[in-house]
């Protein structure tokens, strides 16, 4: 049999040919499609990590870590204490058992935990057993929160690695403590009127304190 087609003869053995090739390459394809979820998966970016630290006033180590490269976002707070949404005045009065802390969000593809943990000991005095800097009193120490066992051995290999040699004069006082809460420290600004003589307008800060 002869087939013609576009000017082209086609014989019953290129036929067979064409379709051994057909399925050949159908074949392939599906055998492709199979695989492309798990291609889709792998190209997928690693999720974001979170690690926690105190380092005296908030402001300050926020304003710190807030530099590092692959830091993406460090958001002011406090940890431990039993007040679920303290105030900011009683947190500051060291009565609450809160710590000033940061929540730190970055990408480990960039700066993996240990390289973190290391740049924030740089940041504050690690001898200081009673706060930070001008600020003093508990809600003021510097500490590192580890959420599972692999960071709490992370903090020691970098904890060894600072000791080695006995820099200081003084015994390292930054607490190494497991991860109990994180409260958020929003900033809500209110404008209120208040008439004296003439309309005057005041902005108040408030700081409210919002369970993460």
């Given amino acids: 049999m002869t087939i013609r087609l576009n000017n082209a003869k086609l014989t019953s053995m290129n036929l067979m040919n064409i379709k051994k090739n057909l399925k050949a390459i159908i074949a392939f394809s599906l055998f492709i499609l199979t695989l492309w ?3 889709s998966v792998s190209a997928q970016k690693t999720k974001n990590e979170v690690a926690y630290f105190a ?4 402001w300050c180590t926020e304003s710190d870590l807030e530099k590092i490269t692959g830091v993406i976002e460090v958001q002011s707070g406090y940890s431990g204490g039993d007040e679920v949404n303290p105030t900011y005045e009683q947190v500051s009065s060291g009565k609450t ?6 929540k730190v969000i970055y990408d480990p593809e960039i700066i993996n935990y240990q390289t973190l943990v290391q740049k924030f000991l740089l940041t504050v005095d690690v001898t200081d057993s009673k706060g930070q800097f001008v600020d003093k ?5 510097s500490a590192i929160f580890y ?7 992370i903090i020691a290999e970098v904890f060894k690695l600072l000791n080695a040699g006995k820099p200081f004069k003084e015994e390292v006082a ?3 403590l497991k991860f109990k809460n994180f409260i958020r ?3 809500i600004i209110k ?5 004296i003589n003439l309309n005057t307008i005041f902005i108040a800060v408030v700081l409210a304190a919002i369970a993460d």
């Fill in 137 to 141: 009193g508990p809600q003021y120490i």
């Fill in 37 to 39: 979820p798990l291609s």
């Fill in 55 to 58: 380092g005296g006033c908030f």
């Fill in 97 to 102: 058992k809160h710590i000033e802390s940061v």
């Fill in 174 to 176: 930054t607490q190494v």
């Fill in 191 to 195: 404008i209120i009127t208040k008439k």
């Fill in 185 to 187: 420290l929003k900033i």
């Fill in 147 to 153: 959420q599972t066992d692999s960071q709490q051995q």
